[in-house]
């Protein structure tokens, strides 16, 4: 058995994967708490992660029916950004700002005008440097709780913190590194100088963890740890990455030209190359891939989370809203959604809110708000799409999907016809889960001398659902291709884009 845990913003999956069946044996969930605020803050302290984990794997254990020596590795996944801050002792020093959290807005454009602007920004460090990457919350700790970030001396994101917590080993692995906005990517190494520039005080700069591969082993689990997770000692850790990267992983995006969509809270379009990209168009964002290589990514705050905005406002049940989706034209009626509830990061309106616009009389109808939502949703995607079609040969022949919302078939339908592209589900759809299950297989073959790619492991255990294949259609592409010109045009008037 290989445990993948992925620690998302709204809980924590984990998963057992039997490798020698190929199925998944057991799953277990639990959700975390979030601290928000109208400004823009979004926290959740670590302790809150380790408890939904530990819960999570039991209840896995349980419905799998395994012992704890079953348990060969783990590979975990986490929200990427995240800053968590640690004192000299290993303690936790306060809640950790999230990937989400837009209260360091302001720090964000201090640091990119220090820096000689966006541009500037991009060439240095290899990809974009957006509201809610690790930089912009160091900045905001420093001007904002000094006394805090004095005490700090160590920094970590959220997946990194779960690796520390199961070994006692601190490090982190390129992929996380990536979104902290002090990392070069195309060297896959810390630069120190831009590190002293987001904090002169050097705090920063002494608080970087060793970086290791994302398929190198951190450690075995503690004695503490293997109790509370119901494991042994024996049971190894993966370096495991970032969420954004082990949703690539886990749908078998690992050779170039590869592209994945997921729809979770966020949602984000990875498209994988063989080499960094070079002079960046300074909104898209890179990561370096769990197996090697890089991911031109475009990423949006508001997915599911705006849908799911809608389906409080409209007190409906999750079953019936998604069939309400389906009942609605293309195009919801001329209804159109501009979802930004608590600013966006591509496009980048940091402080923007959201609009609906072209309400009439006959047209403010359940499906066609809900329509409107999910199609607002796919644009955002769309708008990153173009952006990186600059620094590719070629637009992607298949899109794998992931996440909660492409469960949809109607969403499905949409991304096709928007993206005019076929889609393709998983059978194991369990996005950053599966990616950390897998990464453990490889992690743990390359301890034993194995030779295997990452490439190889994923034809044999990555396995596409024909049932939620979807193709586009030529009147779904038609209709798309007029009706999100029009909406892209009014986007750039509402906002300044």
Same mark, same amino acid.
């Given at each position: 058995m290989f445990m993948g845990i992925d620690c998302g913003t709204q809980g924590t999956k984990v998963l057992l994967f039997d490798a020698q069946t190929g199925r998944v044996a057991g799953i277990g969930h639990a959700p975390h708490d979030i601290i928000a605020t109208d400004a823009g803050r979004r926290e959740q302290h670590p302790s809150w992660w380790v408890a939904a984990m530990i819960a999570a794997a039991r209840a896995a254990m349980t419905q799998a029916g395994c012992a704890p020596g079953d348990v060969k590795a783990i590979g975990i996944s986490g929200q990427h950004h995240g800053l968590v801050m640690l004192d000299e002792n290993g303690a936790v020093l306060r809640e950790a700002k999230l990937w989400n959290d837009m209260e360091t807005a302001e720090a964000?454009?201090?640091?990119? /005008?220090?820096?000689?602007?966006?541009?500037?920004?991009?060439?240095?460090?290899?990809?974009?440097?957006?509201?809610?990457?690790?930089?912009?919350?160091?900045?905001?700790? *420093?001007?904002?709780?000094?006394?805090?970030?004095? /005490?700090? $001396?160590?920094?970590? &994101?959220?997946?990194?913190?779960?690796?520390?917590?199961?070994?006692?080993?601190?490090?982190?692995?390129?992929?996380d590194a990536s979104g902290t906005g002090f990392f070069d990517v195309a060297g896959l190494k810390w630069d120190v100088d831009m590190a002293n520039r987001i904090d002169p005080t050097g705090v920063l700069a002494g608080a970087l963890p060793e970086i290791i591969r994302s398929d190198d082993c951190v450690g075995p689990l503690t004695r503490e740890a293997a109790a509370q997770m119901g494991l042994t000692t024996n049971t190894l850790v993966a370096g495991?990455?970032?969420?954004?990267?082990?949703?690539?992983?886990?749908?078998?995006?690992?050779?170039?030209?590869?592209?994945?969509?997921?729809?979770?809270?966020?949602?984000?379009?990875?498209?994988?190359?063989?080499?960094?990209?070079?002079?960046?168009?300074?909104? +898209?964002q890179v990561f370096a891939g769990a197996s090697g290589g890089w991911l031109l990514t475009s990423c949006i705050v508001n997915a599911t989370s705006a849908t799911t905005s809608v389906q409080h406002l409209l007190e409906?049940?999750?079953?019936?809203?998604?069939?309400?989706?389906?009942?609605?034209?293309?195009?919801?009626? #001329?209804? $159109? *959604?501009?979802?930004?509830? =608590?600013?966006?990061?591509?496009?980048?309106?940091?402080?923007?809110?959201?609009?609906?616009r072209g309400m009439t009389t006959t047209?403010?109808?359940?499906? =066609? +708000?809900?329509?409107?939502?999910?199609?607002?949703?796919?644009?955002?995607?769309?708008?990153? !799409?173009?952006?990186?079609?600059?620094?590719?040969?070629?637009?992607?022949?298949?899109?794998? +999907?992931?996440?909660?919302?492409?469960? =949809?078939?109607?969403?499905?339908?949409?991304?096709?016809?928007?993206?005019?592209?076929?889609?393709?589900?998983?059978?194991?759809?369990?996005?950053?889960?599966?990616?950390?299950?897998?990464?453990?297989? !490889?992690?743990?073959? /390359?301890?034993?001398?194995?030779?295997?790619?990452?490439?190889? *492991? &994923?034809?044999?255990?990555?396995?596409?659902?024909? /049932?939620? $294949?979807?193709?586009?259609?030529?009147? #779904?592409?038609?209709f798309y291709r007029e009706f999100y010109e029009r909406y892209d045009q009014e986007r750039k008037l509402l906002y300044g884009i």
């Open positions: 964000n454009r201090d640091i990119i /005008r220090e820096a000689g602007g966006d541009d500037a920004v991009a060439k240095r460090l290899g990809t974009a440097l957006p509201v809610g990457y690790t930089a912009s919350k160091v900045r905001w700790m *420093l001007q904002h709780e000094p006394e805090v970030w004095a /005490r700090t $001396r160590h920094i970590m &994101c959220p997946h990194d913190y779960l690796n520390y917590w199961l070994t006692g080993r601190m490090v982190m692995e390129p992929g495991g990455s970032g969420d954004n990267v082990m949703g690539a992983f886990g749908t078998g995006n690992v050779s170039p030209g590869g592209a994945t969509l997921g729809l979770g809270t966020s949602g984000v379009l990875n498209i994988h190359t063989d080499k960094p990209a070079t002079d960046l168009d300074p909104v +898209l409906m049940e999750l079953a019936p809203f998604a069939a309400a989706m389906g009942e609605a034209p293309a195009g919801s009626e #001329g209804l $159109r *959604l501009f979802p930004y509830f =608590n600013g966006e990061r591509t496009p980048p309106l940091p402080e923007a809110r959201g609009t609906l047209n403010l109808t359940r499906p =066609n +708000l809900i329509r409107a939502a999910a199609e607002a949703v796919v644009f955002g995607l769309k708008w990153g !799409l173009d952006r990186q079609m600059p620094f590719l040969t070629e637009r992607p022949a298949m899109l794998r +999907l992931t996440g909660g919302g492409t469960g =949809n078939p109607v969403w499905r339908q949409i991304i096709a016809d928007v993206f005019d592209a076929p889609t393709v589900g998983l059978v194991h759809d369990e996005g950053g889960a599966f990616g950390g299950a897998l990464l453990a297989i !490889l992690m743990l073959e /390359r301890q034993g001398g194995g030779s295997r790619t990452a490439a190889e *492991l &994923c034809d044999q255990f990555v396995l596409f659902d024909d /049932r939620k $294949r979807t193709e586009p259609t030529r009147e #779904g592409v038609a």
